[in-house]
C-alpha cells in the first residue's frame, strides 16, 4: 500500500463552522505533512509532523489545528475560517529519515463561504 | 530558504526528449536536488533526486551541473500523460520541503 489517503474529497464549510480534514497512511512512515495550495499557485507547507511530535509550523493561524494521534493518521482541524482560507489542502508522508521523498495525497477542496 | 529558478512555461511535442532547467545559485554542499510534479487534479508525484552526479531512474534522468548551481530534468521520450507543473526543490535538512512556482509543461499531439 503505497497509497496517502485524504478524506473528504471536498468540503464546503461556514465561517463558523467546525470541520476537521483526515490523512491516513499504512507505509510505516514516521513523518507527516500539511500542504495548502491556492489555485495556480505552488503548495505551500504549513506543518509537519516527526515521530507524532509537531516539528515545524511554519507560522500558520491558530484557526487551523493540526493532530497526529498516531503514526497513521493525520488531522487538521478547522475553526472559524475565512473565505480566502479557500484552497486544496494537501496531506504528504515520508519514512522520517533525512531527505526522504515525500508522498502525496490528491488533496482536500475546501471552500468557506 | 533556498531559491531555484525555473522557466513558467515549457512546450514540447509527444515522443520527443525534454529538457527541464533549474538555477540553485545558492545551493549549499549538503541540499539535495528534487523534481517533484503535479498532473491536473492531483497531489504532487516524486520524479527524481540527486546531490552531486547525475541520476537516472524509469520515469527521467537528472543532470547536475559540476559545480551544482544548475540541473536539468530530462523526460527522455515525452507522452501526453507528462503534462504537468514541474518543481525543482532544494531539500535543506531532514524535511523542510518548500515548493517553487514551477515549471508547467505542454505536451503536442
Known amino acids: 500500500d503505497t497509497e496517502v489517503t485524504q478524506t473528504p474529497k471536498h468540503l464546503v464549510m461556514g465561517m463558523t463552522n467546525k470541520k476537521s480534514l483526515k490523512c491516513e497512511q499504512h507505509m510505516g512512515h514516521r513523518a507527516m505533512y500539511w500542504y495548502k495550495q491556492k489555485a495556480k499557485k505552488p503548495p505551500e507547507l504549513m506543518f509537519v509532523y516527526s515521530y507524532e511530535k509537531l516539528s515545524i509550523n511554519e507560522s500558520v493561524p491558530s484557526r487551523f489545528s493540526p493532530e497526529c494521534p498516531n503514526s497513521s493518521l493525520l488531522n487538521l482541524h478547522l475553526h472559524a475560517l475565512q473565505p480566502e482560507d479557500s484552497a486544496l489542502y494537501l496531506c504528504a508522508s515520508s519514512p522520517g529519515r533525512v531527505r526522504e521523498k515525500l508522498f502525496f495525497g490528491s488533496g482536500t477542496q475546501l471552500s468557506v463561504l | 530558504d533556498a531559491k531555484t529558478t525555473q522557466p513558467n512555461s515549457m512546450e514540447s511535442n509527444e515522443e520527443e526528449p525534454v529538457h527541464l532547467p533549474c538555477n540553485h545559485s545558492t545551493i549549499s554542499g549538503t541540499d539535495y536536488i528534487h523534481w517533484y510534479r503535479q498532473l491536473p487534479s492531483q497531489g504532487p508525484e516524486y520524479v527524481i533526486h540527486?546531490?552531486?552526479s547525475n541520476v537516472n531512474n524509469r520515469m527521467a534522468s537528472l543532470a547536475i551541473a559540476e559545480d551544482r548551481k544548475s540541473s536539468t530534468l530530462i523526460l527522455h521520450r515525452a507522452t501526453l500523460r507528462d503534462a504537468a507543473v514541474y518543481y525543482c526543490?532544494?531539500?535543506?535538512?531532514?524535511?523542510?520541503?518548500?515548493f517553487g512556482q514551477g515549471t508547467r509543461l505542454t505536451i503536442n499531439p
Open positions: 526543490i532544494l531539500l535543506q535538512g531532514a524535511q523542510k520541503l518548500v
Open positions: 540527486g546531490l552531486t
